[in-house]
């Protein structure tokens, strides 16, 4: 059996529903059901993915998605009541990898998890892939790094997957749809949102280190297409 699942909820019902339909389906779940306590948890332990609340005692899922984001890249999945559009593009602008509205259905939620971890272990573990060097940008696909001028951009895992995707067929132009279905590879609500929100992180990161590092493109009424500067 791989790495538990942490699922941060407070309530404890929902909490217990969940951690019963993911262990049925052969995936081992721990509960915690503070905010602080999650957070401390889920930097602590290793953890194969974090099902997330957003309205939690203590720390709120935003601020704990974005600390864990800061100093891992664990897949985290957001679960929350809060549904309105701007929710879910902050929740995957801090860098939560998907969103679900409650009420959920426990088997979509365990398809969902199954998928990320899924995919996460691949993309880890994928060996041997050529790199990307550019004139000013690195990509590493085997230790999973980027550099720009020689200095690292911490990418988040989704972050560094579009990325590598983009400039593994340059000039190529990839639609919204593409880019998601390669990336997360299921259908996922505010999945246009997800793309544009982690390209945006992207150009942003990219651009601290260097200004004029306008890798990735905007065709518009298309995608995206990447372009080594």
Wanted: charge should be negative.
């Amino acid at each position: 059996m791989g790495l538990p699942v942490l699922i941060i909820e407070d309530e404890i019902s929902i909490a217990e529903l969940e951690r019963d339909y993911l262990e049925v389906n052969g995936i081992e779940a721990e509960i915690e059901v503070s905010g602080d306590k999650g957070l401390e948890k889920a930097l602590q332990k290793d953890y194969s993915l974090v099902i997330l609340d957003v309205m939690l005692p203590g720390k709120n899922g935003f601020d704990i998605c974005r600390e864990l984001r800061s100093q891992r890249d664990t897949p985290i999945l957001i679960v929350s009541a809060k549904t309105e559009d701007i929710d879910v593009i902050r929740g995957l602008g801090l860098g939560a990898d998907d969103f679900i509205k409650k009420p959920f259905s426990p088997s979509e939620l365990t398809a969902r998890v199954k998928a990320h971890i899924g995919r996460y272990e691949r993309l880890t573990n994928r060996q041997g892939k050529a790199d990307f060097q550019g004139v000013n940008l690195k990509i590493d696909r085997n230790s999973r790094r980027v550099y720009v001028k020689g200095q690292e951009v911490i990418l988040t895992t989704k972050e560094f997957d579009v990325l590598s995707c983009l400039a593994g067929n340059p000039n190529r132009v990839y639609s919204k749809e593409e880019l998601f279905e390669q990336i997360w590879g299921l259908e996922s609500h505010g999945d246009h949102a997800t793309v544009t929100v982690h390209v945006g992180k992207i150009r942003d990161k990219i651009c601290a280190v260097d200004p004029e590092g306008h890798y990735i493109k905007t065709v518009w009424g298309v995608g995206y297409r990447f372009e080594d500067c």
